[in-house]
């Protein structure tokens, strides 16, 4: 697998437009265009290839010694073929020296996709995530925060994300458990 950074320019980019749009509820995601143009230095998108098959992307915001994983995907044709798994490590080789985090919605009995938060759960954990017991409530979704190579705290997550997402971060409402 060999990964490349996203530009405006690149190659694929409708072919990962349609990845992203695919892979995230609407109301989870920051529209394409927005990340496609604010791409720089600390936030960086990632295309994944086998070969020239493109088979996923990455979305990284980076901060001091923070990467946050904001968006993971895998083409859905090919999902379930460890993919993902090569993915998270060339992640996890490429920001070798930040603490990685990131946020899956939180296991909550009785939600519609409750099995398929489980599921991730579990995939993130089988690859090296660690629970941080940091929780966050942000536009009617909870959260739960999941790291490698470290600890994450409230104070970082608060620092990264408003960092990246501007004012509207300050709308969290954060709990521990």
């Known amino acids: 697998m060999n990964s490349l950074i996203v530009t405006i320019d690149s190659k694929d980019i ?7 749009d695919a892979s995230f509820p609407d109301d989870e995601r ?8 604010s791409l720089s230095q600390d936030r960086i998108m ?3 290839y086998d070969e020239d098959n493109l088979v996923g992307l990455t979305v990284v915001f980076l901060c001091d010694d923070l990467a946050y994983l904001s968006y993971i995907c895998v083409e859905e044709n090919i999902r379930h073929k460890g993919y993902g798994s090569q993915i998270i490590e060339c992640i996890k080789e490429v920001y070798k020296d930040y603490r990685i985090v990131l946020d ?5 009995k ?9 599921k991730r759960k579990e ?18 979704v909870n959260y739960e925060l999941l790291v490698w190579n470290g600890e994450i705290f409230k104070e970082d997550w608060q620092k990264i994300i408003e960092k990246h997402w501007g004012k509207i971060a300050k709308k969290a409402i954060y709990k521990t458990k």
């Open 30 to 37: 920051i529209p394409f265009d927005r990340v496609l143009s």
């Open 123 to 140: 995939f993130y954990l089988n690859n090296g995530f660690k629970e941080s017991g940091v929780f966050y409530y942000f536009y009617h």
């Open 46 to 48: 990632r295309a994944y």
């Open 104 to 108: 899956i919605e939180e296991l909550i």
């Open 14 to 20: 409708n072919e990962l437009r349609r990845l992203y």
């Open 110 to 118: 009785g939600s519609d996709n409750y099995i398929e938060r489980v």
